[in-house]
């Protein structure tokens, strides 16, 4: 199984990126897809995640109103749209998937993790 994001780089504080995941090695649509952040000096934390099917989102309270996840199951492809980033989003970016119905935050609940895409927000 391999998950590939990319799409991070430097932006200015107040523009926009959007990451990719892609999947490869895997049934993508039994999966449920998340994306967790790890700054330089601090834990990994979840950013926000995805069912199987698209029909249920969760985010981190960082992340509402800012972010947005989707996938495309055609193309075994998750994406996370930010809008609007602060320098306190810099950090590497992971996509990660589960199997199970609901939408998990906890790390623990992901069977699978991709290698992280670099983001830094530059004030």
């Known amino acids: 199984v391999q998950l590939q994001a990319s799409g991070g780089g430097l932006v200015q504080a107040g523009t926009s990126l959007r990451l990719s995941c892609r999947a490869s090695?895997?049934?993508?649509?039994?999966?449920?897809m998340g994306w967790f952040r790890q700054a330089p000096g601090k834990e990994r934390e979840f950013v926000t995640a995805?069912?199987?099917?698209?029909?249920?989102?969760y985010y981190a309270d960082s992340a509402k109103g800012r972010f947005a996840i989707s996938r495309d199951n055609a193309k075994n492809t998750v994406y996370l749209q930010m809008n609007s980033l602060k320098p306190e989003d810099t950090a590497v970016y992971y996509c990660?998937?589960?199997?199970?119905?609901?939408?998990?935050?906890?790390?623990?609940?992901?069977?699978?993790w991709g290698q992280g895409t670099q983001v830094t927000v530059s004030s």
């Open positions: 090695g895997l049934t993508f649509s039994r999966y449920g």
């Open positions: 995805i069912t199987w099917s698209g029909g249920s989102t």
């Open positions: 990660a998937a589960y199997s199970g119905t609901f939408v998990y935050s906890r790390l623990s609940e992901y069977k699978y």
